[in-house]
């Protein structure tokens, strides 16, 4: 989103005067918003600069620059948006480590056993999984799991 979002507004820059001020501006309003406020996730930030810069984009004195060309512009952000929330709705995996106690399982040739453990005892369906650390002495093992959350909540 912001990828595009800046691309937009760098591309209608070359038709538009736009002063040092303005400019620097924008980046202040994006740092406020990062680092006086409570902390935002990315997909959170990324609607606010979109937003910031769909406002920007609209409020440009467009000489020589058609209001169709505006309009497109708006509705390709729009519709990107809309599109990668669907994507990350559909494709959106939760990891979580876990302390593993069955240090046999972690040799080598034993994916598949120790997928099936992991996720009888999580009751997920184990997509990938890491191995963070073993710790030998004390028998145990992190290891990170990542499974698809469905419905927004782990």
Same mark, same amino acid.
């Given at each position: 989103?912001?990828?595009?979002?800046?691309?937009?507004?760098?591309?209608?820059?070359?038709?538009?005067?736009?002063?040092?001020?303005?400019?620097?501006?924008?980046?202040?309003?994006?740092?406020?918003?990062?680092?006086?406020?409570?902390?935002?996730?990315?997909?959170?930030?990324?609607?606010?600069?979109?937003?910031?810069?769909?406002?920007?984009?609209?409020?440009?004195?467009?000489?020589?620059?058609?209001?169709?060309?505006? *309009?497109?512009?708006?509705?390709?952000?729009?519709?990107? %948006?809309? &599109?990668?929330?669907? +994507?990350?709705?559909? @494709?959106? /995996?939760?990891?979580?480590?876990?302390?593993?106690?069955?240090?046999?399982?972690?040799?080598?040739?034993?994916?598949?056993?120790?997928?099936?453990?992991?996720?009888?005892?999580?009751?997920?369906?184990?997509?990938?999984?890491? *191995?963070?650390?073993?710790?030998?002495?004390?028998?145990? %093992?992190? &290891?990170?799991?990542? +499974?698809?959350?469905? @419905?927004? /909540?782990?």
């Amino acid at each position: 989103m912001m990828g595009i979002t800046v691309f937009f507004i760098t591309s209608m820059l070359k038709s538009v005067f736009i002063e040092f001020g303005m400019a620097v501006g924008l980046f202040a309003i994006f740092a406020i918003l990062r680092f006086r406020t409570r902390n935002f996730s990315l997909k959170d930030m990324s609607y606010i600069f979109t937003t910031i810069g769909i406002s920007v984009i609209n409020s440009l004195k467009l000489v020589g620059f058609p209001v169709l060309g505006v *309009i497109i512009f708006n509705l390709m952000i729009v519709v990107a %948006a809309i &599109i990668l929330e669907e +994507f990350t709705l559909k @494709n959106n /995996t939760v990891t979580y480590t876990i302390v593993y106690e069955d240090l046999d399982l972690l040799k080598s040739g034993k994916k598949q056993k120790i997928v099936r453990e992991i996720s009888c005892l999580t009751g997920k369906d184990i997509l990938r999984y890491r *191995i963070r650390k073993i710790d030998y002495k004390s028998k145990v %093992a992190l &290891i990170d799991i990542s +499974f698809r959350d469905n @419905n927004g /909540t782990s």
